[in-house]
């Protein structure tokens, strides 16, 4: 039913996540897949591909270590499956080498960290130092975001979202508006970058969705009748007492054929119409006397209270 989400970030968010759990990715930390892929041996030959091989030893270390910290969380075939997932990014001729920086770009993209420590170690990993002058910063060419944001647009594409919401091209000019130099520095990039441009939004949106699927709100589902609501919640802006689970819309999926995340419809009563409603029903029976001030009464009385419950 994920294909049936219409806005295409959440969509696209909520099956990343999905693969993200699936390859138990959401386990591992950037620091630890620097450590692991970028250690002294393949950065220097960085420029050089990997073999499936070389990259499939390389991901059973990394799971071996992840393995360790999270006893009995880690399936078996989680290296298999991520090294699947790499070669349909970046190998899909089935050349059987992959580049090393894209790989581990991937990796801290789909990472359990927070977005803005993603976006330090994809700094790290794509930024470049100038070989002349006293300037021995790391900066961020045109050409090495674009090289980036290029290679992290095959992660939503291995799951059937290719369309993105706009071109690398324009995503550079954005980050670039303003810069007189050619090139950016590292807290220029991470400002852009949490601006959230829209080619990288999946990537805050998933970790919202991670972040959130512990997170129990008391309140049921009027889709699915869930109890209590787990994750994201989303509620109706004009109706009274109207609350959906992030799974609940997938149910609408299957009536409408749309689903639109944050913008739940219903055909409830809306607050306001709901007090303008019980006001007149008051006003009606208190200008019937005795029989108004009884059933003015009644509905105070906790029996009273309790009947309008199971009337709703």
């Known amino acids: ?93 089935g050349t059987g080498f992959l580049k090393l920086a894209p790989a581990a770009a991937a990796l801290i993209a789909l990472s359990g960290d927070s977005p803005l420590t993603k976006y330090r170690a994809l700094f790290q990993l794509y930024a470049e130092k100038y070989k002349e002058g006293y300037d021995s910063e790391a900066h961020m060419t045109r050409m090495v975001l674009r090289n980036l944001l ?42 852009w970058l949490q601006s959230e441009p829209p080619i990288l939004l999946w990537l805050p949106t998933c970790y919202r969705l991670s972040a959130t699927e512990l997170v129990t709100h008391p309140a ?36 409408d054929g749309v ?7 219903c055909d409830q009563v809306s607050a306001k119409e709901n007090t303008k409603l019980l006001l007149g029903a008051l006003r009606s029976n208190l200008l019937q006397g005795r029989r108004g001030k009884r059933w003015l009464l009644d509905q105070v009385k906790p029996e009273g209270v309790a009947d309008r419950a199971r009337a709703g």
């Not at 295409?8 to 630890?32: E, G, M, N, P």
């Not at 393995?67 to 880690?74: C, E, H, I």
Request: net charge positive; glycine share 4%.
């Open 150 to 191: 290029t290679d992290l647009q095959q992660i939503p594409t291995v799951v059937g979202e290719s369309r993105a919401p706009c071109s690398v091209e324009s995503a550079v000019r954005s980050c670039f508006q303003g810069v007189l130099s050619p090139a950016v520095k590292e807290e220029k990039f991470l400002s």
């Open 1 to 93: 039913a994920l294909h049936r989400i219409e806005n295409s970030i959440y969509r696209t968010a909520f099956k990343l996540r999905s693969v993200q759990t699936l390859c138990h990715l959401d386990l591992i930390d950037s620091s630890l897949i620097q450590h692991v892929l970028l250690r002294q041996c393949f950065w220097e030959a960085r420029e050089s591909p990997l073999s499936v091989q070389q990259l499939l030893q390389t991901l059973q270390e990394l799971f071996q270590r992840v393995r360790v910290a999270n006893p009995g969380q880690v399936h078996p075939r989680a290296s298999v499956l991520t090294l699947s997932l790499l070669t349909a990014m970046y190998d899909s001729t």
């Open 259 to 265: 689903l639109r995340p944050g913008n739940i419809e």
């Open 220 to 255: 049921r589902c009027s889709i699915c009748g869930s109890f209590p609501i787990a994750g994201l919640r989303y509620r109706c802006l004009k109706c009274l007492d109207f609350d959906v689970c992030q799974q609940g819309p997938l149910e609408v999926s299957a009536r």
